[in-house]
C-alpha cells in the first residue's frame, strides 16, 4: 500500500506545474509518520526525482537519523532570540536550490520571531508557490479547529496549531497508524524519547484514554477528508449545493473562539462553505470601542479566516434583519450563533428581544444554532473518555432545499483580459465602480451599463461587499441576462474611501441573471475560494498587466 501512493506521489509530481503537498498524518508522537516520510525520499531519489530534506526532527530516534544519509540536507537558518541561537529551516536557501520535491517536519511548528514567516506551514505554502513539492508531517491535535475537544478529552492545551484549509488543500493525506499499545511499547524500548522522559510521558499525554481519543480523532479527520474530496464544493455538473453555513460574531462575545471552530467543523461534517459575518453597531464603531476590544476581534476575524471561513464585515444597527439578508442571498441553511446577552425584565416586558430570539421568529427554512458560550469553569483533570460532545445548541429545523444545476465555471472561462484593470494610484469606490461594470458589460454590449451600475450600487447600499480582508466582492443580479458576466480589478495602493484593516487590492465583479440565483452563488463562492489562496495571490501579485494577470489566473485554473 505504501509503495502504491508514493507511485501516485510520483506521477502527481510529474505532471504538476505547482508544488504538491503530501501529508503524513499521526496521531502522537512516535508513530512513525517522519520515518516512513524519509523511506519515500530515498524511493522518489531512486526514480531519479531531485529530492532535499528542507528539515528533519530526529528527536535522538536512532533509526530516523540513520534514513536521512544519503539525502541530500539544505543547512538550516541560525537565528538568534533571547541570546540563544536557534536553528529554523531555510526558505531562502531551499529557494535558491529549486529542487524538485522537499521534505519537510512538523508542519504545524512555530518559527523563532525574525525568521521569514511566522508558522512553518507558511514556508510550505512559499515553497508549494515556488512550483516545488513538499512531503511533511503533523499530527491531529495540531488542527485548529480540535482545540476545544482535544483539551476536554486528552487534557492539554495544544499551542501550535494550523488552519484546517491546509491539510484541506493537500493533494495527498497519508494515515500513520499505530495501536496505542504498540506505541507505548516503542516508548518503553526508548525508540520516542530519551530514558528520562519516560517515566513522565507514561503519566500525562501517553496515557491510554489519551491515545484512544487522539487515534479515534485521526480516523475521524480521515474520513472527512475522503468524503470532502469525493464530494466537491463545486461537483463535476457545475451544479451548487445550498444550505451553506454562517457564524455570527460579535466584538463583545464571550467564547467567540470556540463558535468558529464548532461552525468549521460542522462545516466539514456537511461539506459545506461557511461564512463569518460580524455586524458593526454604531456602538461598537472603531472610535469607541476600547482598544483591548479592537484586538480582541480582529484575533477572532483573523482566526475565521485561518478556519477557511469568508469574512464579511457590515454595518448597520439592524443585526438580525442584516444576517437574514446575508443568509437568504448566500443561500445559508445554517445560522450559528453564541449565547444571547441577558435582558432584564423589564426591557422584556417592553417587548425587547435576544438576537437568537429574533432569528428563530423571522428566518423561515434555516437551522438556528444557539450554542452556550458562557464562560466555563476550569476543566478538573482526571479519568477521560472519548465522547466528542457538541455545545449545547437550539436547533429550528429547516424545509429541504434541492441543489439546483447550472453551469460550471471557472476564473478563466468567465473573464478575459479586456476585463482586468488595474490601478496603480490610490482610486476611489464610485471610479472602480464605473469602470468595472463598464468593462463587463462590454461597453453596453453585452448589457445595459447604467442598469448594471444602478443595480451594483443598490446592492452595496445594502450593505458594503468591500470587506476587512483586502477583498471586494461587489455583485448584483440583473433581469433578462442570458449568462454571468464579470471583471477583476487590481489595485496598488488601495481604495481611497474605504476604511479596512486591510487596504482592498482585488475587486471581484459580477452581474448575473436574476432568473437563476444559484449562477451569483456559484461565483462568489469561486471568488471566495480563490482570493483565499496563497498561491494565486502571489502569483497575481507579481503581475505588471492585464496580460499577466490573465497568464496567473489560467495557471492557477489548470493546476485545481
Given at each position: 500500500m505504501?509503495?502504491e501512493?508514493?507511485?501516485?506521489?510520483?506521477?502527481?509530481?510529474r505532471?504538476?506545474?505547482?508544488?504538491?503537498?503530501k501529508?503524513?498524518l499521526?496521531?502522537a508522537?512516535?508513530v512513525?509518520k517522519?520515518?516512513?516520510?524519509l523511506?519515500?525520499?530515498?524511493?522518489?531519489?531512486?526514480?531519479?526525482?531531485?529530492?532535499v530534506?528542507?528539515?528533519?526532527?530526529?528527536?535522538?530516534?536512532?533509526?530516523?537519523?540513520?534514513?536521512?544519509e544519503?539525502?541530500?540536507v539544505?543547512?538550516?537558518?541560525?537565528?538568534?532570540?533571547?541570546?540563544?541561537?536557534?536553528?529554523?529551516?531555510?526558505?531562502?536557501?531551499?529557494?535558491?536550490?529549486?529542487?524538485?520535491?522537499?521534505?519537510?517536519d512538523?508542519?504545524?511548528h512555530?518559527?523563532?520571531?525574525?525568521s521569514k514567516n511566522?508558522?512553518?506551514?507558511?514556508?510550505v505554502?512559499?515553497?508549494l508557490?515556488a512550483?516545488?513539492?513538499?512531503?511533511?508531517?503533523?499530527?491531529?491535535?495540531?488542527l485548529?479547529?480540535?482545540?476545544?475537544?482535544?483539551?476536554k478529552t486528552v487534557?492539554?492545551?495544544?499551542?501550535?496549531?494550523l488552519?484546517?484549509?491546509i491539510?484541506?488543500?493537500?493533494?495527498?493525506?497519508?494515515?500513520?497508524?499505530?495501536?496505542?499499545?504498540?506505541?507505548?511499547?516503542?516508548?518503553?524500548e526508548g525508540?520516542?524519547?530519551?530514558?528520562?522522559?519516560?517515566s513522565?510521558?507514561?503519566?500525562?499525554?501517553?496515557?491510554t484514554?489519551?491515545?484512544?481519543?487522539?487515534r479515534e480523532l485521526t480516523?475521524?479527520?480521515m474520513?472527512?477528508?475522503?468524503d470532502?474530496?469525493?464530494?466537491e464544493?463545486?461537483?463535476?455538473d457545475?451544479?451548487?449545493?445550498?444550505?451553506?453555513?454562517?457564524v455570527?460574531?460579535?466584538?463583545?462575545?464571550?467564547?467567540?473562539?470556540?463558535?468558529?471552530?464548532y461552525?468549521?467543523r460542522l462545516?466539514?461534517?456537511?461539506?459545506r462553505?461557511?461564512?463569518a459575518?460580524y455586524v458593526q453597531?454604531?456602538?461598537?464603531d472603531?472610535?469607541?470601542?476600547?482598544?483591548r476590544?479592537?484586538?480582541?476581534?480582529?484575533?477572532v476575524?483573523?482566526?475565521a479566516?485561518?478556519?477557511?471561513?469568508?469574512?464579511?464585515?457590515?454595518?448597520?444597527?439592524?443585526?438580525a434583519?442584516?444576517?437574514?439578508?446575508?443568509?437568504?442571498?448566500?443561500?445559508?441553511?445554517?445560522?450559528?450563533?453564541?449565547s444571547?446577552?441577558?435582558?432584564?425584565?423589564w426591557?422584556?416586558?417592553?417587548?425587547?428581544k435576544?438576537?437568537?430570539e429574533?432569528l428563530?421568529?423571522?428566518?423561515?427554512?434555516?437551522?438556528?444554532?444557539?450554542?452556550?458560550?458562557k464562560?466555563?469553569?476550569?476543566?478538573?483533570?482526571?479519568p477521560?473518555?472519548?465522547?466528542e460532545?457538541?455545545?449545547?445548541?437550539?436547533?429550528?429545523?429547516?424545509s429541504?432545499?434541492?441543489?439546483?444545476?447550472t453551469?460550471?465555471?471557472t476564473?478563466?472561462s468567465?473573464?478575459?483580459?479586456?476585463?482586468?484593470?488595474?490601478?496603480?494610484?490610490p482610486?476611489?469606490?464610485?471610479?472602480?465602480?464605473?469602470?468595472?461594470?463598464?468593462?463587463?458589460?462590454?461597453?453596453g454590449?453585452?448589457?445595459?451599463?447604467?442598469?448594471g451600475?444602478?443595480?451594483?450600487r443598490?446592492?452595496?447600499e445594502?450593505g458594503?461587499t468591500?470587506?476587512?480582508?483586502?477583498?471586494?466582492?461587489?455583485?448584483?443580479?440583473?433581469?433578462?441576462?442570458?449568462?454571468?458576466l464579470v471583471?477583476?480589478?487590481?489595485?496598488k495602493?488601495?481604495i481611497?474611501?474605504?476604511?479596512?484593516?486591510?487596504?482592498?487590492?482585488?475587486?471581484f465583479?459580477s452581474?448575473?441573471?436574476?432568473e437563476?440565483?444559484?449562477?451569483?452563488?456559484q461565483?462568489?463562492?469561486l471568488?471566495?475560494?480563490t482570493?483565499q489562496?496563497?498561491?494565486?495571490?502571489?502569483?497575481?501579485?507579481?503581475a505588471?498587466d492585464?496580460h499577466?494577470?490573465?497568464?496567473?489566473?489560467?495557471?492557477?485554473?489548470?493546476s485545481?
Open positions: 505504501a509503495a501512493r508514493a507511485d501516485d506521489f510520483l506521477r502527481m509530481i505532471r504538476s506545474q505547482r508544488g504538491r503537498l501529508v503524513y499521526g496521531y508522537a512516535g512513525g517522519t520515518y516512513l516520510m523511506q519515500e525520499a530515498h524511493r522518489l531519489q531512486q526514480e531519479g526525482v531531485d529530492v530534506v528542507g528539515l528533519v526532527e530526529t528527536h535522538g530516534r536512532a533509526e530516523t537519523a540513520k534514513l536521512i544519503g539525502l541530500e539544505i543547512p538550516r537558518f541560525l537565528q538568534q532570540h533571547r541570546g540563544i541561537i536557534v536553528e529554523e529551516m531555510d526558505v531562502n536557501a531551499i529557494l535558491r536550490r529549486k529542487p524538485q520535491v522537499a521534505m519537510v512538523e508542519l504545524a512555530s518559527n523563532v520571531p525574525g511566522a508558522k512553518r506551514y507558511e514556508d505554502q512559499d515553497l508557490a512550483g516545488i513539492h513538499v512531503v511533511t508531517t503533523m499530527n491531529v491535535q495540531h485548529e479547529s480540535l482545540y476545544d475537544v482535544v483539551e487534557r492539554v492545551k495544544v499551542r501550535e496549531r488552519p484546517d484549509s491539510l484541506a488543500e493537500a493533494d495527498q493525506i497519508v494515515n500513520v497508524d499505530l495501536t496505542p499499545e504498540d506505541l507505548q511499547e516503542r516508548l518503553r525508540k520516542v524519547y530519551p530514558a528520562e522522559r519516560i513522565t510521558a507514561f503519566d500525562n499525554f501517553f496515557k484514554p489519551n491515545l484512544e481519543n487522539l480516523l475521524r479527520e474520513a472527512a477528508q475522503i470532502l474530496r469525493r464530494h464544493t463545486l461537483p463535476e457545475g451544479s451548487i449545493v445550498p444550505d451553506q453555513i454562517m455570527c460574531l460579535s466584538s463583545q462575545g464571550p467564547n467567540s473562539e470556540m463558535l468558529l471552530r461552525a468549521s462545516a466539514g461534517k456537511l461539506n462553505n461557511w461564512y459575518v453597531t454604531p456602538s461598537e472603531a472610535v469607541v470601542i476600547d482598544s476590544t479592537q484586538r480582541l476581534l480582529s484575533g476575524l483573523t482566526l479566516k485561518e478556519l477557511g471561513a469568508m469574512v464579511f464585515t457590515y454595518k448597520g444597527e439592524d443585526i434583519g442584516t444576517i437574514l439578508r446575508f443568509a437568504r442571498e448566500y443561500q445559508v441553511g445554517h445560522i450559528v450563533t453564541g444571547p446577552a441577558r435582558i432584564s425584565f426591557k422584556r416586558i417592553m417587548g425587547k435576544s438576537i437568537p429574533l428563530m421568529e423571522q428566518a423561515r427554512g434555516v437551522t438556528i444554532v444557539a450554542l452556550d458560550t464562560p466555563q469553569e476550569a476543566v478538573v483533570a482526571g477521560t473518555s472519548f465522547i460532545e457538541e455545545p449545547q445548541q437550539v436547533v429550528k429545523t429547516p429541504q432545499i434541492p441543489p439546483a444545476q453551469q460550471k465555471n476564473m478563466s468567465l473573464i478575459n483580459e479586456s476585463e482586468i484593470i488595474i490601478w496603480d494610484k482610486v476611489d469606490t464610485a471610479e472602480v465602480l464605473e469602470k468595472l461594470v463598464k468593462s463587463a458589460c462590454n461597453n454590449l453585452a448589457c445595459d451599463f447604467t442598469t451600475l444602478v443595480s451594483v443598490e446592492r452595496e445594502q458594503s468591500f470587506y476587512s480582508e483586502g477583498v471586494a466582492l461587489p455583485h448584483a443580479r440583473i433581469a433578462g441576462l442570458d449568462k454571468p471583471a477583476l480589478g487590481l489595485t495602493m488601495g481611497s474611501d474605504v476604511a479596512t484593516e486591510k487596504p482592498i487590492k482585488y475587486i465583479l452581474l448575473s441573471p436574476l437563476k440565483p444559484e449562477v451569483q452563488l461565483l462568489l463562492s471568488a471566495a475560494r482570493f489562496n496563497r498561491y494565486f495571490l502571489k502569483s497575481v501579485e507579481l505588471n492585464p499577466q494577470v490573465y497568464s496567473a489566473i489560467k495557471e492557477w485554473d489548470q485545481i
